[in-house]
């Protein structure tokens, strides 16, 4: 593996119960900078619940406990003097199915910098929202209509909406969760040339049950299965000389 | 200085102050935050509510803690001190919070552990209202036990409270016959207009339902019933004065046209009137779990031939039985704490008989009569109200409780 | 083979499928039966008590002629023919020495005014049974109509007084304004209470003991007869905690208890439709809990929120059994002035009238209920209107 890389996140052995149920059996991985690591698995691998816990997510589930350190930049997410509410400025998240707020275009990319206190309302919100709609390359469908409601948008449009609204803070981070799988295949060809811009100012996560969307967009692969991290490298490598018989077994297309 | 005055100088001069509290700490906030290099960890607003909140809590502390004093009959703080002190405690409170306007305090962390406490005594609101039904009618209870035996309470056949009052006075004794409060006759008169209301509630109820989830289309179900609710909408004095006014007189008439004899105040006039008062509640329930019943089912039975009403007699009735028993449940014990159609339709003379046409009392009536007049509180016979409260607190308890075990099961299997 | 199929499912009917067929009849009509009797119970209680109220709307009034004399001042009779002081309202004759005090200028002077006619005098003209006017004052009557000089206008005064011992005068404003007192303060303790009760159980509880012992006391709490909560009301909030007897706060604060389930309930289910991407997203973004409450869920929640609120307050206005063991059914002739004073509502007003005996006072009784309803299913109409507005998918 390059040593150059600048390593964003590492984890490392990660465990996580759903109560008494162990989901997740000691994780190690390295999320470089700027670049789009794809996570692969069969259903109920802990893929997205690992994603999840990367922004603490999970903490909303009573039951879920969590061991092991996750360190963004070092510092470690799950220490208690953490707030969870800044966490998420810096490690943003967007979700299966897209969920622009029921608000104008305008306020959906506005909410968070207001909360956050990142710019104050007036010109310089104006210029946040537009530049934010245009890194998600959305700003010419919408910039004629910003007052309308977000829900309005087709389905590829709100996602790059709710990427525009992540982007928006400026994390550092951007999480994926199975971003495409509600699009249709034109809409899903806009994410992934967006992911493929985005990558060059954010450290992108992805999830993805499409081997041929994490094949196309990442940098790196991780092959989860059965709550174990089974295989992580280079995707090339990954896609062309797995080292696991499962791991082959699932990009072949023998289970899956 | 009243009680109604005092109310307005707290808040009269509270509500300005908390203002004052927010926009000064949030004002300060962010010119700190301006001349600071870094951001602040929490926004300048939530320094404002930090004000605010301990602006606000060591005032309201103090005036809640003078209200208790003052309840309990232990102390009764001057309205002057009150304000003064709330006042003082107030603005250390305010001095206290900006001493912390630092660039990594967690005001915001701090504001939503205020508020989430603040949700959490909401919460608690509906527990401490059970708790005060269950004192208010236990502690006046005991005191009414203390004076007539509970068993004479319980089985007893005479309802005569009349001289109860003068054993109040203290001029008990010889000479003066003893009050009675046997219960009996006023639960029986309970217990038969419950029954009558059943008979008209549930049959109807439960067919209209049937016919609701059943047979009539979407769109006459929609019509249907709103119709139907408008019956539960109908405040029950107005059933009262109709029972009263019309029903009653009607029955007579007709009891007489068949050579019967009829009171004016005959148990089944307001029998009939919250039988048609319980229809709405008694369909919906049982809308409800026909409802629930999958479709699967209906299906499974249509396919081997069976015609509708078969289906819904043998498959979808069984099926949602023990949901429509939870729905009997909670309308028995509605029928039972109905107060106003029996108040105003039913009799005042406690009287054991299995005659609908004959008047009859109720629990209800007998809690309203003996809380209404110009008795002393202290008497036996005010007392009584609180000790029949307590037999019918207990009784809808009781029929809650069933009917919520039953609906339970009900719902593991189909929910 | 084609014949024979068609044979089958055309032949014959089998006797035993006509049974089964009759039977399904049968139970179709059981259904339309008890919807139609539900139904036709409502068609004739609403013709009843409208039938009832109509003649309370309007009013007899009489001509007479009024001397105003220095005698008046200590015997208002003398003011107008003797023969008449039974015919006229009797509330008016008492204003006669007041008004005269007023203004002294009036003494030595007559004038022929239109009154309001005594309340037996009304239901005489009416045609009512029971209206109580004797003989030889039918007579005056009578002759006083062939003279022109009785007329019947709309009864303004319904609207406009407050409780009265005399029927003709006896009104619904003050009651009415009693209701509003009284709702204010239900609607000021138990919304803000019951949403905040909500709020912490659909988005802060955790699933522990204290979060079912509230639930299942929630739900217990919305079956207990309203009549407890007056005990409630008298044995806490008047004897502990010393809230004047029948004011306008005690009674709020009883039906602020009584609602309180049903609004929390109302409110937790709206709550629960509002999807969980919404909180996700807003989650996502580094919003606290309080936030997203604040931000996005409430108001998605509001129009179910207000539905549920409106019924709950609603269903306040018409009780009437915990009012009256807090006081409020005692007569009570003017409008509170405060929260603290003495007052009636609407239903307890109703309930006082229909046990006057006078006739005057049962129609006053079915015009107080027209009143009442025409609010309360007005709200209710609006709360459903709401609801259907609101409704739609995320």
């Given amino acids: ?256 | ?415 | 083979m084609h014949n024979k199929a068609d044979n089958f499912l055309h032949q014959g009917v089998h006797p035993r499928k006509r049974k089964r067929e009759r039977a399904d009849a049968r139970f179709h009509f059981y259904g339309l039966a008890a919807v139609s009797l539900a139904l036709g119970f409502l068609v004739i209680f609403f013709i009843d008590i409208i039938g009832q109220a109509l003649p309370a709307f309007h009013l007899t009034e009489v001509l007479v002629k009024v001397h105003y004399t220095e005698a008046v001042k200590s015997n208002y009779n003398k003011a107008i023919d003797h023969k008449l002081s039974r015919i006229v309202g009797r509330s008016w004759l008492r204003s006669l020495p007041m008004k005269i005090e007023a203004n002294p200028a009036l003494i030595g002077t007559e004038e022929e005014l239109w009154i309001a006619a005594d309340s037996r005098v009304d239901q005489y003209l009416k045609g009512h049974d029971g209206h109580g006017l004797k003989n030889k004052y039918r007579k005056i009557v009578d002759k006083m109509q062939q003279q022109g000089k009785v007329r019947d206008v709309f009864n303004w005064a319904f609207f406009q007084s407050g409780d009265s011992k005399l029927p003709e005068s006896a009104g619904i404003l003050a009651a009415a304004i009693g209701s509003l007192f009284t709702l204010l303060i239900t609607m000021l303790v138990a919304v803000p209470i019951g949403v905040m009760t909500a709020i912490y159980l659909e988005e802060f509880a955790t699933d522990n003991t204290f979060t079912r012992l509230v639930e299942v006391n929630i739900n217990n709490l919305a079956a207990i007869p309203s009549i407890l909560y007056g005990l409630l009301g008298l044995a806490i909030f008047i004897n502990f905690m010393g809230v004047p007897r029948s004011s306008a706060l005690a009674g709020g604060l009883t039906l602020a208890l009584m609602t309180l389930p049903l609004i929390i309930i109302a409110t937790r289910a709206a709550l629960r439709a509002v999807p969980e991407s919404i909180r996700e997203a807003a989650f996502g973004l580094g919003a606290s809990s309080l936030q997203v409450a604040w931000h996005h869920v409430l108001p998605l929640a509001m129009p179910g929120i207000l539905t549920g609120s409106i019924i709950g307050l609603a269903q306040a206005m018409g009780e009437t059994a915990p009012l009256i063991i807090v006081g409020m059914m005692a007569y009570i002739p003017d409008a509170p002035g405060s929260i603290l004073e003495a007052t009636t509502v609407l239903p307890a007003q109703i309930y006082t009238w229909s046990t006057e005996s006078m006739r005057g006072y049962s129609e006053r009784t079915a015009a107080g209920i027209m009143v009442l309803l025409t609010v309360l299913l007005s709200l209710n109409a609006l709360a459903v209107k709401l609801r259907n507005r609101s409704e739609k998918n995320w």
């Fill in chain 1, 1 to 256: 593996m390059d040593t150059e890389m600048q390593t964003k996140m590492k984890i490392r052995d990660l465990k996580l119960w759903y109560g008494d149920f162990e989901a997740l059996h000691g994780i190690n991985l390295d999320v470089y900078s700027d670049k789009v690591t794809a996570f692969i698995g069969p259903s109920g691998c802990g893929k997205s619940t690992f994603l999840r816990c990367m922004n603490r997510m999970n903490d909303r589930i009573a039951s879920c406990r969590i061991e092991g350190q996750m360190l963004l930049e070092g510092s470690d997410i799950y220490a208690p003097e953490v707030d969870v509410v800044q966490l998420r400025t810096h490690v943003g998240m967007v979700f299966q199915k897209p969920n622009p707020f029921p608000k104008s275009i305008y306020e959906n990319v506005a909410y968070a910098p207001r909360i956050h206190g990142l710019v104050t309302d007036g010109p310089d919100m104006d210029e946040l929202v537009e530049t934010s709609l245009k890194k998600a390359s959305i700003w010419n469908e919408v910039k004629d209509k910003l007052q309308q409601p977000g829900t309005a948008l087709s389905g590829g449009q709100q996602q790059r909406l709710c990427i525009a609204r992540t982007i928006a803070v400026q994390p550092d981070v951007i999480l994926m969760d199975e971003p495409c799988s509600a699009l249709d295949p034109i809409a899903t060809a806009k994410i992934e040339e967006l992911m493929d811009e985005l990558k060059n100012d954010y450290t992108i996560v992805i999830v993805t049950h499409n081997m041929q969307q994490a094949a196309r967009v990442s940098d790196y692969t991780a092959y989860f299965y059965l709550g174990d991290l089974m295989e992580f490298g280079e995707t090339q490598q990954i896609f062309t000389a797995p080292t696991h018989q499962k791991t082959e077994d699932y990009i072949t297309g023998r289970f899956g």
């Fill in chain 2, 1 to 415: 200085m009243t009680t109604a005055d005092l109310f307005l100088w707290f808040f009269g001069g509270l509500i300005p102050l908390a203002g004052f509290a927010y926009w000064l700490a949030q004002s300060k906030a962010i010119a700190a935050e301006s001349a600071h290099t870094a951001r602040f960890h929490s926004r300048p607003s939530f320094f404002g509510w930090y004000s605010l909140i301990w602006l606000a809590l060591p005032a309201m502390a103090v005036a809640l803690l003078c209200s208790i004093l003052q309840m309990f009959h232990i102390y009764q703080i001057p309205g002057p001190i009150l304000l003064a002190t709330a006042l003082i405690l107030g603005m250390a409170g305010l001095w206290f919070s900006l001493t912390h306007m630092q660039a990594d305090f967690r005001a915001r962390q701090a504001v939503e552990k205020v508020m989430r406490s603040l949700l959490l005594t909401a919460a608690t609101i509906s527990i401490l209202t059970t708790i005060g039904i269950v004192l208010s009618v236990v502690f006046e209870s005991i005191r009414f036990f203390q004076v007539i035996p509970i068993w004479d309470f319980i089985t007893g056949t005479k309802w005569q409270p009349d001289t109860a009052f003068l054993i109040g006075a203290g001029r008990g004794g010889e000479g003066v016959a003893p009050p009675l409060f046997g219960s009996l006759p006023i639960f029986a008169g309970t217990f038969m207009i419950t029954l009558i209301a059943m008979l008209v509630a549930v049959p109807i109820g439960l067919f209209a339902a049937i016919y609701m989830s059943e047979y009539a289309s979407h769109n006459n179900r929609g019509r249907l019933k709103p119709l139907l609710e408008i019956l539960a909408g109908i405040p029950t004095v107005v059933y009262g004065f109709f029972a009263a006014i019309t029903v009653s007189p009607f029955i007579v008439n007709v009891a007489h046209a068949m050579g019967l004899e009829a009171d004016y105040t005959n148990a089944l006039a307001p029998g009939l009137i919250m039988g048609v008062m319980i229809i709405p509640f008694m369909s919906s329930l049982s809308d409800d779990v026909i409802r629930a019943v999958p479709q699967e089912l209906r299906d499974g039975a249509l396919a081997l031939g069976t015609t509708k009403a078969e289906t819904i007699r043998h498959i979808v009735l069984p099926a949602a039985f023990p949901g429509i028993v939870s729905a009997f449940l909670l309308a028995v014990s509605r029928a039972i704490g109905e107060t106003m159609i029996v108040v105003m339709a039913a009799g005042l003379r406690p009287n054991l008989t299995a005659n609908p046409l004959e008047g009859m009392t109720t629990v209800t009536v007998k809690i309203v009569e003996a809380l209404t007049g110009d008795q002393e509180f202290d008497s036996a016979f005010t007392l009584s109200a609180f000790a029949l409260g307590l037999v019918l607190l207990t009784l809808t308890l009781i029929l809650n409780i069933i009917s919520a075990m039953v609906v339970r099961k009900f719902r593991q299997r189909y929910a």
